[in-house]
């Protein structure tokens, strides 16, 4: 452990043991720098690292406080879908959302975009735009079918924070996580195979398991936890699952980060059943917490976890830049990206090296992870404020996506009709389900930075839920 993560976690146990009650001012920088012999840097970074964990603030001129604690939103129930393998549905509700393009009076608080806007992007246009500008004809030719080896290198530097040592070698680049999750699909799994997901589980995923006709297995799912082991053992012993595809780490929707010792006990599930797992990392960098957590993969020891993930949720997703470590399946892998996409673009991989070389790209997450999680809080108090009574929200630990759970009678592909013709458009939460469940929930990005006309939105979905919840209401009493 660093010197700086010592003296945040030293810090961090005073305020929960209330020795810094909320609102205290907590000793200067120099101050602590005298008291625990380090220097005036390593401070500021043990009180950065507490920012972005949300227990301190920085005041101008004042120094840091303890920040006061917020009430917790109930949280959405533990779920419980059909648990036995279905055909996937709801693609007509996917298309709706994918179609909808940014436009002048529509506000998007469904979709799954990161914040673009930030300056800590400006070096990463830069490369591009030297790449161009320059003439480099490297950026004009096909590359190796695994990728430029530059990005291969930083990216097997980047896995080393989430406990994973893979050479570059091993790493495969792709057109986005979504073809990293296609081309592990398709190396593992045929026609007709049932494949256990987390539920609700990503419109994405389930779309894949639908176009390559493989029967989804949803397993219920802890909105803290994650997906549950007990339930996920019984569907190994009954079913002939072929794969578990799930998303561990700032989990899309729910947000939750699945516990150590339950990675450790899905691998060792995976293994007795022979089981492969493909494991979505796509928000893994943008969790909350730093060090950020291990990936199941960090665990595997006879190579059936295929790791997959993007720079599309930490940077932009224009880039269509992801990845693959698919261990035991790379010659399989390999295959399915020769046939499916070939060579992925060569311009932004190069880019996309240069800045993660130049330091850039921890600078950025850094100044990410604080800010989703200040919008985090923000968001979920609005919701609490214009939502009706009884509003469950997930407490995301990373990544930008909040879960809501209305009344069991809702209907969001109503509310989202509604919602249209006001600006606002919402992602449904039957489209997280194979077999259309969570018809009562809704998904909102908070990526972006809030604003009061971001807040109106979220004052027009809450009023126009009571609106709706009023009416069904008068109707069943008539």
Sequence with gaps: MTRYARLAAILSQRIEQGLYPAGDRLPSVRALSQEHGVSISTVQQAYRQLEERQLVEARPKSGYFVRPRRAPAALPAVTAPVQRPVDISQWEQVLELIRSKPRAGLIQLGRGMPDIAEPTMKPLMKALRDAARHGDLRSLYYDSIQGVSALREQIARLLLDSGCRIDAEQLMITTGCQEALSAGLRAVCRPGDIVAVDSPCFHGTMQTLKGLGIRALEIPTDPLDGISLAALEMALEQWPVKAILLTPNCNNPLGYIMPEANKRRLLTLAQRHDAAIIEDDVYGDIAYQYPRPRTIKSFDEDGRVLLCSSFS??????????????????????????????????????????????????????????????????????????????????????????????????????????????????????????????????????????????????????????QLMAADTLARSD
């Design 313 to 466: 949720k930490t940077l932009a997703p224009g880039l269509r830049v992801g990845w693959i470590a698919p261990g035991r399946y790379l010659e399989r892998v390999l295959h399915m990206k020769y046939i499916g996409s070939g060579s992925t673009a060569t311009q932004p991989q190069l880019a996309i090296a240069d800045f993660i070389r130049h330091g850039h790209y921890l600078l950025h997450l850094r100044r990410m992870r604080a800010r989703y999680q200040q919008n985090r809080d923000r968001m979920t108090d609005w919701i609490m404020k214009y939502f009706p009574a009884g509003t469950r929200v997930s407490q995301p630990r990373g990544g930008f996506m909040l879960w809501i759970e209305l009344d069991e009678e809702f209907d969001t592909l109503r509310l989202n009709r509604y919602l249209e013709q006001q600006g606002v458009q919402i992602a449904v939460g039957s489209i997280f389900s194979a077999s259309g469940k969570y018809r009562n929930c809704l998904r909102i990005n908070y990526a972006a930075k809030l604003s009061a006309e971001i807040e109106q939105a979220v004052l027009r979905v809450g009023a126009t839920v009571q």
